[in-house]
């Protein structure tokens, strides 16, 4: 650890990550720790599976590991620096329409990537998204990646969208965790709360949070719609 002079900790990722001067790669780097609570019980599934993820990942908006050390029983994930987190970006500022559509592009390619080699990251929050200065969108925490299986809170997306019904989702009153969550009724919310981004960038909006997996856009046919297409080509 002689080669890293630790600066602060960032805050993200539970206050386990440092800002530090690495010596020998001559930048700075990102340092997130895992601590071995137990010798016998070897790493953390978490940071088993972070480390083996990103060595075979290699995509310009997912972080880049770049070294691995041990130091004190604690795992040292060495990767590259980026000072904020899009949370802070959305406390800080509000974003023009031009960088939702840059932010969104970059988030969803990334996706589409992860999706095409079978991972779900399953933790994508604004505080997992990282935002360089020059705009770049890098996605970290992969510590609860998986392959698809999973269970999310369904009921707080039904209470914007609506519980689904057999006209929406054919088949869907089989399910019997159905019958444990009230009904909601349809709300406007994607017009009245985000009239700036026009009727494209609602459209959009409405077939990524469809409820009907059937209907629902994927990543990669998302970077094809008119709401992203139209601005590239503006460009």
Same mark, same amino acid.
């Given at each position: 650890?002689?080669?890293?002079?630790?600066k602060?900790k960032?805050?993200?990722a539970?206050?386990?990550?440092?800002?530090?001067?690495?010596?020998?790669?001559?930048c700075d780097?990102?340092?997130?720790?895992?601590?071995?609570?137990?010798?016998?019980?070897?790493?953390p599934c978490g940071?088993?599976?972070?480390?083996?993820?990103l060595?075979?990942?290699?995509h310009?908006?997912?972080?880049?590991?770049?070294?691995?050390?041990y130091?004190d029983?604690?795992?040292?994930?060495?990767?590259n620096?980026?000072?904020?987190?899009?949370?802070k970006v959305?406390?800080?500022s509000?974003? /023009?329409v031009?960088e939702?559509r840059?932010?969104?592009t970059q988030?969803?390619?990334a996706?589409a990537f992860?999706?095409a080699?079978?991972?779900?990251?399953?933790?994508l929050?604004?505080s997992h998204?990282l935002?360089?200065?020059n705009?770049l969108?890098e996605l970290?925490s992969?510590?609860y990646a998986?392959?698809?299986?999973?269970? #999310?809170r369904?009921?707080?997306?039904?209470?914007?969208m609506?519980?689904?019904?057999?006209?929406?989702?054919?088949g869907i009153?089989g399910?019997?965790?159905l019958r444990?969550?009230?009904?909601?009724?349809?709300?406007?919310?994607?017009t009245?709360?985000?009239?700036?981004?026009?009727?494209? #960038?609602?459209?959009?909006l409405?077939?990524?949070?469809?409820?009907?997996?059937?209907?629902?856009?994927?990543?990669?046919r998302?970077?094809?719609?008119?709401?992203l /297409?139209?601005?590239?080509?503006q460009r």
């Amino acid at each position: 650890m002689k080669r890293f002079q630790k600066k602060y900790k960032l805050g993200y990722a539970y206050d386990r990550v440092y800002y530090a001067w690495d010596s020998e790669l001559l930048c700075d780097v990102a340092l997130k720790r895992y601590k071995l609570e137990d010798r016998d019980e070897g790493l953390p599934c978490g940071a088993i599976r972070e480390m083996s993820l990103l060595k075979s990942l290699s995509h310009p908006n997912v972080i880049r590991l770049l070294d691995v050390v041990y130091h004190d029983a604690s795992i040292y994930l060495v990767m590259n620096f980026t000072r904020r987190t899009l949370m802070k970006v959305l406390e800080d500022s509000f974003l /023009s329409v031009d960088e939702v559509r840059s932010y969104l592009t970059q988030i969803l390619a990334a996706v589409a990537f992860l999706h095409a080699n079978d991972i779900i990251h399953a933790n994508l929050a604004p505080s997992h998204i990282l935002v360089g200065q020059n705009g770049l969108i890098e996605l970290i925490s992969f510590e609860y990646a998986r392959a698809p299986a999973l269970r #999310g809170r369904d009921d707080l997306l039904f209470e914007l969208m609506g519980t689904p019904n057999e006209a929406l989702w054919p088949g869907i009153g089989g399910y019997s965790l159905l019958r444990n969550i009230p009904f909601f009724p349809p709300q406007p919310w994607i017009t009245d709360y985000f009239p700036m981004i026009g009727k494209e #960038g609602q459209d959009l909006l409405g077939k990524l949070l469809a409820l009907n997996p059937r209907h629902r856009i994927t990543a990669k046919r998302a970077l094809e719609h008119p709401y992203l /297409s139209s601005a590239e080509e503006q460009r």
